[in-house]
Protein backbone atom coordinates (compact mmCIF):
# COMPACT_ATOMS: atom_id res chain seq x y z
CA UNK A 1 0.00 0.00 0.00
CA UNK A 2 1.74 3.21 -0.88
CA UNK A 3 0.97 6.81 0.00
CA UNK A 4 -0.06 9.32 -3.26
CA UNK A 5 0.87 12.69 -2.42
CA UNK A 6 -0.53 14.03 -6.08
CA UNK A 7 -3.19 15.71 -4.09
CA UNK A 8 -3.23 18.72 -2.21
CA UNK A 9 -3.82 18.07 1.68
CA UNK A 10 -7.35 18.09 2.49
CA UNK A 11 -8.99 19.89 4.74
CA UNK A 12 -10.48 18.69 7.53
CA UNK A 13 -14.03 19.20 6.35
CA UNK A 14 -13.74 16.01 4.45
CA UNK A 15 -14.68 14.03 7.12
CA UNK A 16 -18.03 13.70 7.89
CA UNK A 17 -18.99 12.20 11.86
CA UNK A 18 -21.00 8.87 11.64
CA UNK A 19 -24.36 9.70 12.88
CA UNK A 20 -24.32 7.47 16.36
CA UNK A 21 -21.44 9.57 17.04
CA UNK A 22 -24.23 12.44 18.11
CA UNK A 23 -24.92 10.82 20.99
CA UNK A 24 -22.66 10.99 23.65
CA UNK A 25 -22.81 10.54 27.36
CA UNK A 26 -23.43 13.57 29.48
CA UNK A 27 -19.77 15.67 30.21
CA UNK A 28 -18.32 13.89 27.04
CA UNK A 29 -18.72 16.93 25.06
CA UNK A 30 -15.62 18.75 26.39
CA UNK A 31 -13.29 15.52 26.85
CA UNK A 32 -10.17 16.22 24.84
CA UNK A 33 -9.95 19.96 24.32
CA UNK A 34 -6.91 21.19 22.48
CA UNK A 35 -3.14 21.26 23.37
CA UNK A 36 -2.57 24.49 24.92
CA UNK A 37 0.56 26.17 22.95
CA UNK A 38 3.83 26.47 24.51
CA UNK A 39 5.60 29.70 25.41
CA UNK A 40 7.88 31.21 22.16
CA UNK A 41 11.34 30.33 22.30
CA UNK A 42 10.45 26.87 24.22
CA UNK A 43 13.05 24.50 22.66
CA UNK A 44 12.05 21.11 23.15
CA UNK A 45 8.48 21.28 24.69
CA UNK A 46 6.09 18.78 25.28
CA UNK A 47 4.39 16.96 22.40
CA UNK A 48 0.65 16.23 22.22
CA UNK A 49 0.72 12.89 20.74
CA UNK A 50 -2.33 10.89 19.29
CA UNK A 51 -2.63 7.72 20.73
CA UNK A 52 -3.69 5.48 17.51
CA UNK A 53 -2.27 2.18 19.27
CA UNK A 54 -3.33 -1.08 20.10
CA UNK A 55 -2.98 -0.29 23.65
CA UNK A 56 -6.03 2.23 25.22
CA UNK A 57 -4.37 3.20 28.20
CA UNK A 58 -0.71 3.14 26.68
CA UNK A 59 2.08 3.84 29.66
CA UNK A 60 4.66 5.13 27.44
CA UNK A 61 2.31 7.82 26.05
CA UNK A 62 1.19 9.15 29.63
CA UNK A 63 -1.67 6.26 30.37
CA UNK A 64 -4.68 7.94 30.69
CA UNK A 65 -6.41 11.32 28.81
CA UNK A 66 -7.70 13.56 31.12
CA UNK A 67 -11.44 14.67 30.74
CA UNK A 68 -12.13 17.85 30.11
CA UNK A 69 -13.59 19.19 33.64
CA UNK A 70 -10.16 17.17 34.81
CA UNK A 71 -8.50 19.82 33.05
CA UNK A 72 -10.25 22.86 34.01
CA UNK A 73 -9.46 21.66 37.33
CA UNK A 74 -5.91 21.96 36.64
CA UNK A 75 -5.57 24.97 35.25
CA UNK A 76 -7.70 26.95 38.36
CA UNK A 77 -5.58 24.64 40.91
CA UNK A 78 -2.24 26.02 38.67
CA UNK A 79 -2.56 29.14 40.94
CA UNK A 80 -3.43 29.55 44.55
CA UNK A 81 -6.15 27.60 46.16
CA UNK A 82 -7.39 25.78 48.84
CA UNK A 83 -5.19 23.15 48.90
CA UNK A 84 -4.32 22.73 52.51
CA UNK A 85 -6.84 25.90 53.70
CA UNK A 86 -10.35 25.85 55.13
CA UNK A 87 -11.67 28.92 53.51
CA UNK A 88 -14.86 28.34 55.54
CA UNK A 89 -13.26 29.16 58.83
CA UNK A 90 -9.68 30.54 57.74
CA UNK A 91 -7.81 28.21 59.46
CA UNK A 92 -5.59 24.92 57.99
CA UNK A 93 -7.44 22.35 56.79
CA UNK A 94 -6.65 19.10 55.67
CA UNK A 95 -4.72 18.44 52.46
CA UNK A 96 -6.78 16.61 49.45
CA UNK A 97 -10.10 16.66 52.07
CA UNK A 98 -12.29 17.28 48.67
CA UNK A 99 -10.60 14.79 46.73
CA UNK A 100 -10.56 12.02 49.85
CA UNK A 101 -14.69 12.56 50.13
CA UNK A 102 -15.14 12.06 46.73
CA UNK A 103 -13.40 8.49 46.45
CA UNK A 104 -15.58 8.02 49.46
CA UNK A 105 -18.85 8.71 47.93
CA UNK A 106 -17.97 6.99 45.09
CA UNK A 107 -16.67 3.77 46.67
CA UNK A 108 -19.10 3.69 49.86
CA UNK A 109 -17.53 0.15 51.19
CA UNK A 110 -14.26 1.81 52.33
CA UNK A 111 -14.46 3.34 55.77
CA UNK A 112 -11.47 5.44 54.72
CA UNK A 113 -9.63 6.73 51.86
CA UNK A 114 -6.11 8.65 51.17
CA UNK A 115 -4.06 9.50 47.76
CA UNK A 116 -0.40 9.60 47.02
CA UNK A 117 1.39 10.37 44.08
CA UNK A 118 1.62 7.01 42.37
CA UNK A 119 0.23 3.23 42.73
CA UNK A 120 3.57 2.08 43.92
CA UNK A 121 4.00 4.78 46.83
CA UNK A 122 0.38 3.00 48.13
CA UNK A 123 1.77 0.01 48.03
CA UNK A 124 4.59 1.16 50.03
CA UNK A 125 3.11 2.83 52.71
CA UNK A 126 0.71 -0.47 52.99
CA UNK A 127 3.39 -3.03 53.36
CA UNK A 128 5.44 -1.21 55.70
CA UNK A 129 2.58 0.12 57.96
CA UNK A 130 1.29 -3.55 57.94
CA UNK A 131 4.26 -5.90 57.85
CA UNK A 132 7.33 -3.68 59.28
CA UNK A 133 10.22 -6.46 60.35
CA UNK A 134 6.97 -9.30 59.47
CA UNK A 135 6.63 -11.33 56.80
CA UNK A 136 4.69 -10.45 53.62
CA UNK A 137 3.16 -13.78 51.75
CA UNK A 138 2.87 -13.20 48.10
CA UNK A 139 2.09 -15.76 45.25
CA UNK A 140 5.59 -15.84 43.31
CA UNK A 141 4.06 -15.54 40.26
CA UNK A 142 2.97 -11.95 40.80
CA UNK A 143 6.78 -11.04 41.96
CA UNK A 144 7.30 -9.71 38.39
CA UNK A 145 9.65 -6.94 36.47
CA UNK A 146 8.36 -4.77 34.63
CA UNK A 147 9.88 -1.47 32.69
CA UNK A 148 13.47 -0.06 33.10
CA UNK A 149 13.82 -3.21 35.88
CA UNK A 150 11.69 -1.88 38.11
CA UNK A 151 11.34 -5.17 40.36
CA UNK A 152 8.60 -5.40 42.91
CA UNK A 153 10.62 -7.97 45.42
CA UNK A 154 12.73 -5.02 45.99
CA UNK A 155 10.46 -2.88 46.24
CA UNK A 156 8.70 -5.16 48.91
CA UNK A 157 12.03 -5.24 50.68
CA UNK A 158 12.99 -2.05 50.83
CA UNK A 159 9.59 -1.86 53.34
CA UNK A 160 11.43 -3.72 55.78
CA UNK A 161 8.95 -6.54 55.32
CA UNK A 162 10.35 -10.08 54.80
CA UNK A 163 8.82 -11.83 51.58
CA UNK A 164 6.94 -15.03 51.81
CA UNK A 165 6.55 -16.59 48.29
CA UNK A 166 3.84 -19.27 47.82
CA UNK A 167 3.14 -21.75 45.16
CA UNK A 168 5.28 -22.11 41.82
CA UNK A 169 5.73 -19.59 38.88
CA UNK A 170 2.36 -21.24 37.94
CA UNK A 171 0.59 -19.50 40.63
CA UNK A 172 -0.78 -20.56 44.25
CA UNK A 173 -3.46 -22.12 45.63
CA UNK A 174 -5.52 -21.23 48.88
CA UNK A 175 -3.40 -23.93 50.54
CA UNK A 176 -0.23 -22.40 49.80
CA UNK A 177 -1.26 -19.78 51.91
CA UNK A 178 -2.96 -21.26 54.25
CA UNK A 179 0.53 -23.23 54.96
CA UNK A 180 2.67 -20.04 55.27
CA UNK A 181 0.53 -17.65 57.73
CA UNK A 182 1.63 -17.70 61.26
CA UNK A 183 1.77 -15.20 63.99
CA UNK A 184 4.88 -13.68 62.05
CA UNK A 185 2.49 -12.47 59.41
CA UNK A 186 1.87 -9.03 58.54
CA UNK A 187 -0.28 -9.30 55.63
CA UNK A 188 -0.93 -10.99 52.65
CA UNK A 189 -0.40 -8.72 49.60
CA UNK A 190 -2.24 -10.27 46.28
CA UNK A 191 -2.32 -8.06 42.89
CA UNK A 192 -5.51 -8.64 41.36
CA UNK A 193 -4.71 -8.34 37.70
CA UNK A 194 -6.66 -6.83 34.60
CA UNK A 195 -7.17 -9.86 32.42
CA UNK A 196 -10.19 -11.37 30.76
CA UNK A 197 -12.55 -14.09 32.66
CA UNK A 198 -11.23 -16.76 30.57
CA UNK A 199 -7.45 -16.22 31.13
CA UNK A 200 -8.05 -16.31 35.16
CA UNK A 201 -6.83 -19.33 36.58
CA UNK A 202 -9.59 -21.20 38.40
CA UNK A 203 -7.74 -22.40 40.95
CA UNK A 204 -6.54 -18.77 42.19
CA UNK A 205 -8.01 -17.79 45.28
CA UNK A 206 -9.73 -14.92 44.98
CA UNK A 207 -9.94 -11.97 48.05
CA UNK A 208 -12.67 -13.31 49.94
CA UNK A 209 -10.81 -16.97 50.60
CA UNK A 210 -7.68 -14.89 51.30
CA UNK A 211 -9.61 -12.31 53.78
CA UNK A 212 -10.81 -16.14 55.56
CA UNK A 213 -6.84 -16.56 56.62
CA UNK A 214 -7.86 -14.10 59.58
CA UNK A 215 -4.62 -11.61 58.34
CA UNK A 216 -4.62 -8.36 56.17
CA UNK A 217 -4.80 -8.31 52.82
CA UNK A 218 -4.11 -5.90 50.53
CA UNK A 219 -5.66 -6.11 47.28
CA UNK A 220 -3.57 -4.16 44.78
CA UNK A 221 -5.91 -3.59 41.89
CA UNK A 222 -4.36 -3.35 38.06
CA UNK A 223 -7.36 -1.42 36.99
CA UNK A 224 -8.07 1.37 38.72
CA UNK A 225 -11.56 1.05 39.02
CA UNK A 226 -13.92 2.33 41.99
CA UNK A 227 -16.80 0.64 40.54
CA UNK A 228 -17.99 -3.09 38.68
CA UNK A 229 -18.10 -1.49 34.61
CA UNK A 230 -20.47 -3.76 32.60
CA UNK A 231 -17.78 -3.23 30.03
CA UNK A 232 -15.31 -4.85 31.29
CA UNK A 233 -16.64 -7.99 33.47
CA UNK A 234 -13.30 -9.35 33.80
CA UNK A 235 -11.23 -6.13 35.14
CA UNK A 236 -11.00 -5.66 39.23
CA UNK A 237 -12.61 -2.74 41.27
CA UNK A 238 -11.83 -1.48 44.47
CA UNK A 239 -15.65 -1.54 45.59
CA UNK A 240 -15.70 -5.43 45.01
CA UNK A 241 -12.41 -6.31 46.77
CA UNK A 242 -13.45 -4.07 49.65
CA UNK A 243 -16.78 -5.98 50.29
CA UNK A 244 -14.53 -9.38 50.26
CA UNK A 245 -13.08 -8.47 52.76
CA UNK A 246 -9.84 -6.45 52.01
CA UNK A 247 -8.33 -4.50 54.21
CA UNK A 248 -6.41 -2.19 52.04
CA UNK A 249 -7.20 -1.46 48.37
CA UNK A 250 -3.92 0.21 46.58
CA UNK A 251 -4.69 1.16 43.12
CA UNK A 252 -3.40 3.89 40.09
CA UNK A 253 -5.52 6.77 39.23
CA UNK A 254 -4.22 7.10 35.83
CA UNK A 255 -5.63 3.92 34.47
CA UNK A 256 -9.09 3.07 33.74
CA UNK A 257 -10.22 5.52 36.32
CA UNK A 258 -9.22 7.57 33.49
CA UNK A 259 -7.48 10.68 35.89
CA UNK A 260 -3.72 12.00 36.86
CA UNK A 261 -0.71 9.31 38.02
CA UNK A 262 -2.09 9.18 41.28
CA UNK A 263 -2.04 6.34 43.89
CA UNK A 264 -4.73 5.26 46.08
CA UNK A 265 -5.34 3.52 49.07
CA UNK A 266 -8.83 2.72 50.28
CA UNK A 267 -10.28 0.17 53.00
CA UNK A 268 -9.65 0.20 56.94
CA UNK A 269 -10.16 3.38 59.02
CA UNK A 270 -7.41 2.81 61.64
CA UNK A 271 -4.81 1.19 58.55
CA UNK A 272 -5.60 4.53 56.52
CA UNK A 273 -4.84 7.06 59.37
CA UNK A 274 -1.71 5.01 60.30
CA UNK A 275 -0.99 5.34 56.59
CA UNK A 276 -1.42 9.05 56.40
CA UNK A 277 0.44 9.42 59.95
CA UNK A 278 3.42 8.02 58.25
CA UNK A 279 6.45 10.14 58.05
CA UNK A 280 6.94 8.69 54.22
CA UNK A 281 3.30 9.98 53.57
CA UNK A 282 4.85 13.21 53.46
CA UNK A 283 7.34 12.45 50.92
CA UNK A 284 4.88 10.42 48.97
CA UNK A 285 2.02 13.10 49.24
CA UNK A 286 0.08 14.05 45.38
CA UNK A 287 0.65 17.90 44.45
CA UNK A 288 -2.47 20.27 44.24
CA UNK A 289 -2.93 19.16 40.20
CA UNK A 290 -3.08 15.70 40.97
CA UNK A 291 -5.25 15.49 43.34
CA UNK A 292 -7.83 18.79 41.68
CA UNK A 293 -7.82 16.48 37.97
CA UNK A 294 -8.13 12.99 40.61
CA UNK A 295 -11.33 14.88 42.06
CA UNK A 296 -12.76 16.49 39.06
CA UNK A 297 -12.45 12.48 37.41
CA UNK A 298 -14.21 11.16 39.88
CA UNK A 299 -17.08 13.53 40.72
CA UNK A 300 -17.67 13.85 37.02
CA UNK A 301 -17.07 11.12 35.65
CA UNK A 302 -17.04 11.59 31.18
CA UNK A 303 -13.44 10.22 30.86
CA UNK A 304 -12.39 9.51 27.40
CA UNK A 305 -10.38 6.15 28.68
CA UNK A 306 -14.49 5.18 29.36
CA UNK A 307 -15.85 6.55 26.55
CA UNK A 308 -13.00 4.68 24.33
CA UNK A 309 -14.25 1.23 26.39
CA UNK A 310 -17.90 1.46 26.16
CA UNK A 311 -17.75 2.76 22.36
CA UNK A 312 -20.01 0.28 20.12
CA UNK A 313 -18.33 -1.52 17.65
CA UNK A 314 -20.47 -0.57 15.03
CA UNK A 315 -19.91 3.01 16.22
CA UNK A 316 -16.45 2.46 15.99
CA UNK A 317 -16.90 1.12 12.40
CA UNK A 318 -18.74 4.14 10.85
CA UNK A 319 -16.02 6.41 12.41
CA UNK A 320 -13.36 4.28 10.69
CA UNK A 321 -15.42 4.45 7.09
CA UNK A 322 -15.43 8.72 7.56
CA UNK A 323 -11.41 8.19 7.72
CA UNK A 324 -11.18 5.97 5.41
CA UNK A 325 -13.37 8.00 3.08
CA UNK A 326 -11.52 11.16 4.28
CA UNK A 327 -8.09 10.04 3.48
CA UNK A 328 -8.89 8.40 0.08
CA UNK A 329 -9.83 11.85 -0.70
CA UNK A 330 -7.05 13.15 0.15
CA UNK A 331 -4.87 10.58 -1.78
CA UNK A 332 -3.91 8.46 0.61
CA UNK A 333 -4.44 5.03 0.07
CA UNK A 334 -5.97 3.28 3.30
CA UNK A 335 -8.85 0.66 4.09
CA UNK A 336 -11.29 -0.36 7.49
CA UNK A 337 -9.47 -3.89 8.56
CA UNK A 338 -10.64 -5.58 11.99
CA UNK A 339 -8.73 -5.22 15.28
CA UNK A 340 -8.74 -5.67 19.14
CA UNK A 341 -6.99 -3.54 21.80
CA UNK A 342 -5.52 -4.27 24.70
CA UNK A 343 -7.21 -2.59 27.52
CA UNK A 344 -3.88 -2.07 29.26
CA UNK A 345 -0.51 -3.50 28.83
CA UNK A 346 0.31 -6.54 29.66
CA UNK A 347 -2.60 -9.63 29.97
CA UNK A 348 -5.52 -7.12 30.02
CA UNK A 349 -9.35 -7.43 28.66
CA UNK A 350 -9.40 -6.93 25.23
CA UNK A 351 -12.07 -5.64 23.21
CA UNK A 352 -13.04 -5.28 19.41
CA UNK A 353 -12.48 -2.40 17.23
CA UNK A 354 -11.28 -1.41 13.73
CA UNK A 355 -7.88 0.16 12.27
CA UNK A 356 -7.31 2.18 9.57
CA UNK A 357 -4.17 0.54 7.81
CA UNK A 358 -2.58 2.91 5.48
CA UNK A 359 1.51 2.60 4.03
CA UNK A 360 3.69 1.52 6.79
CA UNK A 361 6.34 4.36 5.71
CA UNK A 362 4.36 6.99 7.43
CA UNK A 363 5.43 5.84 10.66
CA UNK A 364 7.98 8.15 11.11
CA UNK A 365 6.67 11.58 9.82
CA UNK A 366 3.40 10.79 11.72
CA UNK A 367 5.93 10.54 14.70
CA UNK A 368 7.49 13.78 13.99
CA UNK A 369 4.54 15.50 13.01
CA UNK A 370 2.44 17.85 15.18
CA UNK A 371 0.16 16.65 16.42
CA UNK A 372 2.35 13.58 16.53
CA UNK A 373 0.46 10.18 15.52
CA UNK A 374 2.06 6.82 17.03
CA UNK A 375 0.56 3.53 15.50
CA UNK A 376 1.38 0.11 15.23
CA UNK A 377 3.63 -2.01 12.54
CA UNK A 378 1.96 -5.23 11.40
CA UNK A 379 1.55 -7.05 8.51
CA UNK A 380 3.64 -4.64 5.82
CA UNK A 381 0.88 -1.78 7.25
CA UNK A 382 0.46 0.84 9.68
CA UNK A 383 -2.66 0.25 11.82
CA UNK A 384 -4.41 3.15 13.62
CA UNK A 385 -7.00 2.01 15.92
CA UNK A 386 -10.24 3.73 16.38
CA UNK A 387 -11.09 3.02 19.37
CA UNK A 388 -7.50 4.06 21.29
CA UNK A 389 -8.49 7.96 19.75
CA UNK A 390 -10.92 9.62 21.42
CA UNK A 391 -13.86 11.05 18.88
CA UNK A 392 -12.37 14.22 19.40
CA UNK A 393 -9.52 13.89 17.70
CA UNK A 394 -10.81 12.31 13.87
CA UNK A 395 -10.02 15.42 11.89
CA UNK A 396 -6.54 15.89 13.51
CA UNK A 397 -5.99 12.46 12.41
CA UNK A 398 -6.97 12.84 8.96
CA UNK A 399 -5.15 16.20 8.34
CA UNK A 400 -1.58 14.78 10.12
CA UNK A 401 -2.22 11.88 7.40
CA UNK A 402 -2.79 13.79 5.07
CA UNK A 403 0.18 16.39 6.05
CA UNK A 404 2.93 13.20 6.72
CA UNK A 405 1.78 11.67 3.16
CA UNK A 406 2.38 15.45 1.70
CA UNK A 407 6.15 15.21 2.48
CA UNK A 408 8.99 14.56 0.11
Known amino acids: MRARTSRPVAAPALLDPPRTAAVRPPGDRDQDPPPIA ?26 AVLSGSARHAVAVASGCTDLEYD ?22 TAAAAYVVNSNPAALVLAATVLAPGRELVISRRE ?5 DGFRLPELLTSTGARLCPVGT ?9 RQAVWSGTGCVLTLVPGRSAADASPDRPDVAALAGLHVP ?21 AETALRQGATLVTAGGDKLLGGPQTGLLLGDRAVIEQVRRHPLARAMQADKLALAALRATV ?11 RA ?16 RAGGVAAELVESHVTVLSGASTRLHSFAVAIDQRLAGPLRAGDPAVVGELRDGHLLLDVRSVPAGNDTDLVVAVLAAASRP
Not at 169 to 177: S, T
Not at 217 to 230: K, M
Not at 312 to 327: C, F, I, M, T, Y
Open 38 to 63: PPVGDPDPPRHVINATSVLVHPGLGR
Open 87 to 108: LHNGQRGRRGRETVAALLAAVP
Open 143 to 147: LYEIR
Open 169 to 177: ADGAVLEDY
Open 217 to 237: VIADISSGLLRPEPALPGEPD
Open 299 to 309: VHGGTPTLAAV
Open 312 to 327: VPDDLRARGESLVGAL
